[in-house]
């Protein structure tokens, strides 16, 4: 009776054991090569998942500072807009105020007199001869019987001066 080791040798060398082992061993290699694959690629899970968390950290902080910024110019520009147009309204009240018109108005026609002064030679003489006789009728009408005359008729008052003015040049 052949012994067991005989019969595992016997058993060993015949081409189905063969076939068997080479089969085992192909797995085995297979096996181990899957295995580390898989726990290499959990390293690499993990990597990555650790590496999404620090960027996801990081574009979330971004966005705060980056909110944050925005909020704080949308406020100076809103209280830009608020104080522009305060300055608006101060500015039109100012403009509005008595006496800025009339001002506003001697003032151009000041800086205009002044132009023709340079530029028309004739307008002179006939300019201070013009605002010396304005000057006497404002002095007249200042005190006495124009003054009322044009308080109580202001068209009477007018009409008064310019025939008193024509009955002196006549005279």
Known sequence: ?????????????????????????????????????RRNMKREVARVTEESKELQQHLNTQLKVNAEGNESIQKKLEDLRAQNETLRVNLSTVQQKPGRAELRQLTIIENAIGLMREQAPGFAPAWEKAHRQAEV????????LKKLVR??????????????????KEA
């Not at 009728?137 to 006495?144: R, T």
């Open 1 to 37: 009776m052949p012994t067991l080791m005989e019969t595992l040798k016997e058993f060993l060398f015949t081409p189905f054991a063969g076939g068997l082992l080479l089969g085992l061993l192909i797995t085995f290699f297979t096996w181990k090569s899957g295995f580390s694959a």
């Open 137 to 144: 009728d404002y002095e007249e009408g200042e005190g006495g």
């Open 151 to 168: 308080k109580v008729l202001p068209s009477l008052g007018h009409t008064a001066s310019t025939s008193e003015d024509e009955k002196v």
